[in-house]
Nanobody, 129 residues
C-alpha cells in the first residue's frame, strides 16, 4: 500500500507564499504521476496541478498558472507545490494524489479525481485578504 502525507499548509496573507509537500512511502520501486487538488468549503474537490512520472511534464489549471509551480524529487519520493501571489480564493484543503505508472506517458494531463490511485489526508491553506 502507498501512503501520501501532505505538509506545509497554513495561513498566509494575500500576495504571500506557501509551499506544500507530498511525501510518498510504502512501495519501493514504484513510480507515480502526482497531482494536487483542492476543496473549498461547500465545493467539490478540483484539480490544481500535476506532474508526470518523470517530472518532465506539468499541467496546471488556468487559475493558478504563473503563480503555482509543481516539482518533484524522485530520490526523496516527494512532490512540492510552490504557491506564490496567493489569493483568498486559493483557500481550501489541498490534497495530493498519486497515479501509479510503469512508464512515463509523456503528459501530466490527469485532471480527474478517478484518474488517481492514492490520496493523502489533506492540508489546510487559508489566505486572508
Amino acid at each position: 500500500q502507498v501512503q501520501l502525507v501532505e505538509s506545509g499548509g497554513g495561513l498566509a496573507q494575500a500576495g504571500g507564499s506557501l509551499r506544500l509537500s507530498c511525501a510518498a512511502s510504502g512501495r519501493a520501486g514504484s513510480r507515480f504521476a502526482v497531482g494536487w487538488f483542492r476543496q473549498a468549503p461547500g465545493k467539490e474537490r478540483v484539480f490544481v496541478a500535476a506532474i508526470s512520472r518523470s517530472g518532465i511534464f506539468t499541467y496546471y489549471t488556468d487559475s493558478v498558472k504563473g503563480r503555482f509551480t509543481i516539482s518533484g524529487d524522485n530520490a526523496k519520493n516527494t512532490v512540492r507545490l510552490q504557491m506564490n501571489n496567493l489569493k483568498p480564493e486559493d483557500t481550501a484543503v489541498y490534497y495530493c494524489a498519486a497515479r501509479e505508472e510503469t512508464y512515463d506517458r509523456g503528459s501530466a494531463y490527469y485532471t480527474k479525481n478517478d484518474e488517481y490511485d492514492y490520496w493523502g489526508q489533506g492540508t489546510q491553506v487559508a489566505v486572508s485578504s
